[in-house]
Structure formats: C-alpha cells, structure tokens
C-alpha cells in the first residue's frame, strides 16, 4: 500500500498481496542525485505546461501533515519557476517528471534529486508563516529547480567546483524569485538572510575561496556553507552585472547545450560566457573566485565653501579578517545613488554607474555637484563589499533612514550599521537606538525579521557586560510595545510579539507571556496557536517558571513530532543541574534522532543560564574527539557546533579554544568550527569594550 518513488517512472505489477515497482532507465547521471523513496505518502498531482513538454507533477508528504500542505501555492510557484528556467535558459526540463517529496527528519533544507526532489519538514507550516517564511520556501524550492539544469543535466567534474552547483542555484533561485513569481523585492531578501551569512563567514578562520581545492570528503562536508552558497551567488551576481543579464543568460544556454549530460569545469562556463559577452574573465576568476575574504569600500569627498564636490574618491581596503589573508583589490562594478530630503523624504537625485578598481577611484562625475544628504555606495547591491558612509550621510541615516523608497535601499544601510556595530565601529548603544528609531516604520518583514534579530544578538554578545541586562529589557520592552502598536494581524506584529517572548525577562513583561499561555492577556492581532504556544512554554521553562509536569502535558496534547521536538527543547532549558544532566546524556547518547538532537542541543544552550552552563564548558571539550571519531559527520557538526562556549565571552575562552586547537588530536572539521567560533568570541570583545 505505500508509494514509492525514484529518478524514472514505474511499471507496477501484483505479486501476491504485494506489489513490484520496475523504474524506467535514467539518463546517465551522477549516483549522489540518485533517490529511492518509500512510505505511507499522502499525495497530490498535477501538470505543467511549456513550450519545450509537458511534465507530470507529484507533492507528497506524511499522511498527518496533509492538512498543512498547501499544494495549490507550491504547485503555483513550482510552475512559475518551471516557465521562468526554460524560458531563460532556453533549455526544457531535461527529466520525465517533477515529483516534490516533504520527508520526515531529513538532516538537509532539501535535495535536487533528478526528478525526485526531497524537502525537510520545514516547508509545511502547522502554524501562522508570515509571509518571509513563505518566501524563504519559494527560494527552497527554486534552489531545487534550478539544479535540475546546473547540477543535474550539467554536473562539476569534482567537489573543487561544488560552488557551479550550489552558488549558481542560489543565484538562479533568488533571480527567478524576484523575476517570475510574487517575491518582487527578492534581492532585498537576498540580502538580508544569505549575503549576511557569507559576509560573516569570510572573515573567519574557516573562510576559503569560492573555488577551492577539496583535499577531501570532511573538507568537502564543512563547505557547503556561506561561502559556497551566498559568497558565490553573490559573486555570480557582480558577473551578471560585468557580462550584462542578457549576455549572462546566453552564455548560461550555450553551457547547457555544450555539456549536456556531462561534467564540467569553472573554465567550461567561463568559456562560453566570454565567447557570448566578449569580455575577457581571467581577472574575474583570479580576484573573485580563487582568493577569500570580503573588501571594504568607502567614500571620501571634499566640498567647497558652497558645498560642492572638489574631490570624490572611493578607497577600497584589502580583506583585514581573518589575519594573514593575501592583499586583493578587486574590480567592482557598482552604483553610487545620491539622496537629498525631499520635506522629510529621501529621494534618489543621481546615479552613477561605474567600476571601482584598486586602492583609490576617482569618481570624476561627481566633482563639481551639490553634495547630497545621503551618498550610498553599492546602490542596487550589485557587488561584494562591506561599505561605508560619510559623516553627513551618517546623520540623514540615523535621522531618517526608514524614509527611503525601495526596501533594498533600506536594506543597504542597515546591514552598513550592523557590520560597523561588529567592526567596533559603532557602539552596540547606539546601534540599538538606531534600530529602534528605524523599525517602528519599516514593513519589509524580511527587513523587519532581521533586525529584530540582530538587535538580540548585538545586546546579548556585543554590549558591554555592564549594560547587557539593560539593553535586553528595554528590547524586550520595545517589542512588547511594537507588539501593541504595529498594524493588526500584521506579520511585522506576530514577529514582533515572537522576539519579545524570546527575550521577555522582567516580572512585568513574564507575567506577558505567562498571560498570553493561560489566555488571560490577548492582543488584538496575536493568536497563540501551536508553535507560538510552544514557544510560550520554552521561554517559561528556561526562566525556570514551568517544569516538566507542565511540558508533559503540552506534549501530551500535541503528538506530532514538531510537538515532540519542541518538547525536547523545552526540557533541555530548564535551568537545573538536573535538567542539563539529563540533557547532556541525552545528546551524547546517539540515541536521539537528527531532529531530537537539534532541539535538545537548541534548548541545552541558553544566553540567561551562563553561570549554571560554565561547569559543561570543560566537559565538552573533553567530549569533542569521540563524537568525531564515532558519529556521523552530520551529527558531530551538531553537537560540536551548537554547545560551542559561544555565550561565555571571555579572554579566557579564547586561551581555552586556542590550547585545545593547538594541542588536540581533532579533525578538520572540528577544528574549524573551534576556530570560527573563538573568531566570533574576539569580534564581540572588541564591540564590548567599544560600547563601554
């Protein structure tokens, strides 16, 4: 009775009660894209339509997440990008059928299996998704789409060129997102929750170059990361800028058609590009695809006494993090926008476009022109930079940053005020005032989500460890109150109210969250359904307010494995010795499942009970060679990673980390989540001691 699923279709025949599924022969293919599903699936079907065929389509999942799954927006979107792909690309889907498989705890967002792609549980929503959550989804499944062409009819010869997968499909899902469904504003998106990702990840130990040498399979396992994904979409995006969209796809189609059915090399595609474009790439592949670390762009102007420019120069600074990197200057091609106050509006007055190339550019357009109040550098986020503003801009952007038309505007800026709030640059005091005076206008809710986030990581790891408590209450208090005032039913008011219970800590703002779980506080807009209930129980039980009688009975009357994994979670943040204990022999148990693991790990560690954690610092150092040498890759990244001393900001971790790496017999990729971990730990030293 159960369905089962391959690359091909199946001829199915009667044996006995049982039944004989006989798949079709594949096209040669590699064997890691090669799937085998099996199970008791509730499914729905349908068809899509192109000039290039028509092709049969399959949505699956476990018969008690059904009701939850939306096939009719996620068909929607998978043809939307089917008609987006061919119709650029200028090449038909190269398999027989697109089936789209929802299995339960799959240790991956998702996997482009020919024909047969499989989702981890995270795309069905049992609750409220605001619409970013909707969107992230999208992007998952045109990720997956978009392998079908750049992966899995053309496929990299060997892991070196992983980031041709995985960088491209980044790309394409995103550039498809903002082209061919409702996700217009995907760049901004982009932004936010992947080009952050990689911009943190380059300036750690554990950065590496795009196209890097993989010496071998842990090598390999560790980098799919910031910097195959989003450093390469990135950069796959200031070549889309170099060559021109249209030349970018041309180029794209002759690689398709060339390598059909066969395995390629970084040079195959670059070939084909500079054949379409004309443009020479050496320098491209050597600057941006072969060297690591991320450039800092910055302007530098003079005015005369009428304030007009005299001078105007963009001064770009090698990677400085992590030490030791080779000195690169890379060519960007970018734009500047100019902004005045137009009454109490920024408005775009200027653009210019141009290529910034080595330590100082001159940008001789401007010389002559009115200073602006607002000069933004890498306008319309075409390259990889870290950027600066001026003193002038500095101010406008403070006083009326959320005025600015376009969300990637917007965007831009804020992530140049978190990136200097990391940098040490800003003060976490100031920071945070800057959010607070941004968010109460913003209704981006990819912009919103971020920054919500951000403001509890910079008051929990960057301020000082004198104002730390004071930051988190008066956040917490600021959420609670854009809880209240943000529009109702709004999805900027439901990820207010969910970062408020996640940080909520004075007895005014628990007796909130205690209200809101027992239904004696309602806010109008904010309903408690499953997993916001959840979350209600997790932050009660790590404030040690509800225990396990009260957890038990949560789980009891939730028995989906979302419940259980959220009751896992929640009896790992009680914060007794007890609790830890069992927690700790929990997790080193290998008993748990992928998912149980993550949630018990998510809730052992917790930023309000570091005194009670310091006594499992050593033991988890103690602990690290074993579960490397006697779990799986994918669970010893877990657990090494997640109980990370990442709360314990101190010199003396950092003495800690640095004996152990030195003297330790651990694998590459132990060692590298050690070494990236004591980088952020010495990054949030120094915003502390610039905050105080």
Same mark, same amino acid.
Not at 159 to 169: G, K, Q, R, T, V
Not at 362 to 372: D, R, Y
Not at 570 to 590: C, E, H, L, V, Y
């Given at each position: 009775?159960?369905?089962?699923?391959?690359?091909?279709?199946?001829?199915?025949?009667?044996?006995?009660?049982?039944?004989?599924?006989?798949?079709?022969?594949?096209?040669? *293919?590699?064997?890691?894209?090669?799937?085998?599903?099996?199970?008791?699936?509730?499914?729905?079907?349908?068809?899509?339509?192109?000039?290039?065929?028509?092709? +049969?389509?399959? /949505?699956?999942?476990?018969?008690?997440?059904? &009701?939850?799954?939306? #096939?009719?927006?996620?068909?929607?979107?998978?043809?939307?990008?089917?008609?987006?792909?061919?119709?650029?690309?200028?090449?038909?889907? +190269?398999?027989?059928?697109?089936?789209?498989?929802?299995?339960? $705890?799959?240790?991956?967002?998702?996997?482009?299996?020919?024909?047969?792609?499989?989702?981890?549980?995270?795309?069905?929503?049992?609750?409220?998704?605001?619409?970013?959550?909707?969107?992230?989804?999208?992007?998952?499944?045109?990720?997956?789409?978009?392998?079908?062409?750049?992966?899995?009819?053309?496929?990299?010869?060997?892991?070196?060129?992983?980031?041709?997968?995985?960088?491209?499909?980044?790309?394409?899902?995103?550039?498809?997102?903002?082209?061919?469904?409702?996700?217009?504003?995907?760049?901004?998106?982009?932004?936010?929750?992947?080009? /952050?990702?990689?911009?943190?990840?380059?300036?750690?130990?554990?950065?590496?170059?795009?196209?890097?040498?993989?010496?071998?399979?842990?090598?390999?396992?560790?980098?799919?990361?910031?910097?195959?994904?989003?450093?390469?979409?990135?950069?796959?995006?200031?070549?889309?800028?170099?060559?021109?969209?249209?030349?970018?796809?041309?180029?794209?189609?002759?690689?398709?058609?060339?390598?059909?059915?066969?395995?390629?090399?970084?040079?195959?595609?670059?070939?084909?590009?500079?054949?379409?474009?004309? =443009?020479?790439?050496? %320098?491209?592949?050597?600057?941006?695809?072969?060297?690591?670390?991320?450039?800092?762009?910055? #302007?530098?102007?003079?005015?005369?006494?009428?304030?007009?420019?005299?001078?105007?120069?963009?001064?770009?600074? +090698?990677?400085?993090?992590?030490?030791?990197?080779?000195?690169? *200057?890379?060519?960007?091609? *970018?734009?500047?926008?100019?902004?005045?106050?137009?009454?109490?509006?920024?408005?775009?007055?200027?653009?210019?476009?141009?290529?910034?190339?080595?330590?100082?550019?001159?940008?001789?357009?401007?010389?002559?022109?009115?200073?602006?109040?607002?000069?933004?550098?890498?306008?319309?986020?075409?390259?990889?930079?870290?950027?600066?503003?001026?003193?002038?801009?500095?101010?406008?952007?403070?006083?009326?940053?959320?005025?600015?038309?376009?969300?990637?505007?917007?965007?831009?800026?804020?992530?140049?005020?978190?990136?200097?709030?990391?940098?040490?640059?800003?003060?976490?005091?100031?920071?945070?005032?800057?959010?607070?005076?941004?968010?109460?206008?913003?209704?981006?809710?990819?912009?919103?989500?971020?920054?919500?986030?951000?403001? =509890?990581?910079?008051?929990?790891?960057?301020?000082?460890?004198?104002?730390?408590?004071?930051?988190?209450?008066?956040?917490?208090?600021?959420?609670?109150?854009?809880?209240?005032?943000?529009?109702?039913?709004?999805?900027?008011?439901?990820?207010?109210?969910?970062?408020?219970?996640?940080?909520?800590?004075?007895?005014?703002?628990?007796?909130?969250?205690?209200?809101?779980?027992?239904?004696?506080?309602?806010?109008?807009?904010? $309903?408690?359904?499953?997993?916001?209930?959840?979350?209600?129980?997790?932050?009660?039980?790590?404030?040690?307010?509800?225990? &396990?009688?009260?957890?038990?009975?949560?789980?009891?009357?939730?028995?989906?494995?979302?419940?259980?994994?959220?009751?896992?979670?929640?009896?790992? %943040?009680?914060?007794?010795? @007890?609790?830890?204990?069992?927690?700790?022999?929990?997790?080193?148990?290998?008993?748990?499942?992928?998912?149980?693991?993550?949630?018990?790990?998510?809730?052992?560690?917790?930023?309000?009970?570091?005194?009670?954690?310091?006594?499992?610092?050593?033991?988890?150092?103690? &602990?690290?060679?074993?579960?490397?040498?006697?779990?799986?890759?994918?669970?010893?990244?877990?657990?090494?990673?997640?109980?990370?001393?990442?709360?314990?900001?101190?010199? &003396?971790?950092?003495?800690?980390?640095?004996?152990?790496?030195?003297?330790?017999?651990?694998?590459?990729?132990?060692?590298?989540?050690?070494?990236?971990? =004591?980088?952020?730990?010495?990054?949030?030293?120094? @915003?502390?001691?610039?905050?105080?």
């Amino acid at each position: 009775g159960w369905k089962v699923f391959s690359n091909t279709f199946a001829e199915v025949t009667d044996i006995g009660p049982n039944k004989r599924h006989t798949f079709a022969r594949t096209e040669k *293919m590699s064997t890691y894209i090669t799937a085998f599903v099996a199970g008791n699936y509730y499914g729905v079907t349908d068809w899509y339509s192109g000039d290039f065929g028509t092709y +049969p389509l399959g /949505l699956y999942c476990r018969q008690s997440m059904s &009701e939850f799954l939306e #096939p009719e927006d996620m068909f929607l979107l998978t043809k939307q990008g089917f008609e987006t792909f061919e119709r650029e690309f200028g090449v038909g889907y +190269p398999f027989a059928k697109y089936d789209q498989i929802i299995v339960p $705890e799959f240790n991956a967002g998702a996997m482009e299996n020919a024909g047969c792609v499989t989702f981890y549980e995270g795309v069905i929503y049992r609750s409220r998704a605001t619409e970013h959550e909707r969107e992230f989804r999208s992007n998952i499944i045109l990720h997956e789409m978009a392998h079908m062409w750049f992966g899995n009819l053309v496929t990299m010869k060997w892991w070196d060129d992983l980031w041709l997968n995985e960088s491209f499909a980044e790309w394409a899902s995103y550039w498809a997102n903002q082209t061919g469904t409702r996700y217009k504003e995907a760049w901004t998106s982009f932004l936010v929750d992947r080009k /952050l990702w990689a911009y943190r990840e380059d300036q750690l130990s554990g950065t590496h170059p795009i196209s890097t040498d993989m010496i071998d399979l842990d090598t390999v396992e560790v980098n799919f990361d910031g910097i195959s994904y989003a450093k390469g979409a990135s950069t796959l995006r200031q070549l889309v800028a170099f060559v021109g969209e249209k030349d970018f796809l041309a180029g794209v189609t002759l690689y398709l058609n060339r390598h059909a059915w066969g395995n390629t090399e970084l040079a195959d595609l670059l070939t084909c590009l500079e054949q379409v474009s004309g =443009r020479d790439l050496s %320098s491209f592949t050597e600057t941006w695809l072969k060297t690591s670390g991320v450039n800092t762009l910055a #302007p530098v102007s003079e005015v005369d006494a009428n304030g007009n420019y005299t001078k105007f120069e963009i001064v770009q600074t +090698p990677p400085l993090e992590p030490a030791g990197l080779p000195v690169v *200057m890379r060519k960007h091609r *970018m734009v500047i926008g100019l902004y005045n106050l137009n009454g109490n509006v920024l408005e775009r007055v200027d653009r210019v476009e141009l290529d910034v190339d080595g330590e100082r550019t001159t940008v001789a357009e401007l010389v002559g022109k009115k200073q602006p109040d607002l000069v933004l550098l890498n306008d319309e986020d075409w390259t990889y930079a870290k950027t600066r503003v001026d003193a002038k801009s500095m101010k406008t952007l403070v006083s009326h940053l959320s005025t600015l038309p376009d969300s990637l505007q917007r965007a831009l800026l804020l992530t140049t005020a978190w990136d200097m709030n990391r940098d040490a640059e800003m003060s976490t005091t100031d920071f945070i005032e800057l959010l607070k005076s941004a968010l109460p206008h913003e209704t981006f809710i990819p912009i919103v989500q971020r920054v919500l986030m951000q403001a =509890r990581a910079a008051g929990q790891n960057f301020g000082a460890p004198q104002k730390v408590e004071q930051h988190m209450v008066n956040l917490a208090d600021a959420y609670l109150s854009w809880t209240r005032t943000f529009a109702v039913g709004s999805d900027v008011q439901f990820a207010a109210a969910k970062n408020f219970v996640a940080i909520a800590r004075t007895p005014e703002q628990i007796d909130v969250v205690k209200g809101l779980l027992a239904g004696t506080t309602t806010i109008d807009g904010v $309903e408690v359904d499953t997993d916001f209930r959840w979350m209600l129980i997790v932050r009660l039980a790590s404030l040690g307010i509800i225990g &396990e009688a009260e957890i038990a009975k949560e789980e009891a009357a939730d028995k989906s494995a979302a419940g259980q994994r959220s009751a896992a979670a929640a009896r790992a %943040s009680i914060p007794t010795k @007890a609790a830890k204990d069992a927690a700790w022999k929990a997790i080193f148990s290998g008993e748990l499942s992928n998912e149980i693991l993550g949630a018990t790990v998510g809730g052992f560690m917790s930023f309000d009970q570091r005194e009670l954690l310091k006594d499992y610092i050593d033991p988890y150092f103690e &602990e690290l060679p074993r579960i490397w040498a006697d779990f799986s890759n994918e669970v010893a990244q877990t657990i090494s990673g997640g109980l990370f001393p990442a709360i314990h900001i101190s010199q &003396e971790t950092v003495d800690k980390i640095t004996k152990y790496v030195d003297t330790a017999e651990i694998p590459f990729g132990c060692q590298r989540i050690l070494k990236d971990g =004591r980088d952020s730990i010495v990054r949030a030293l120094r @915003a502390q001691k610039a905050d105080a």
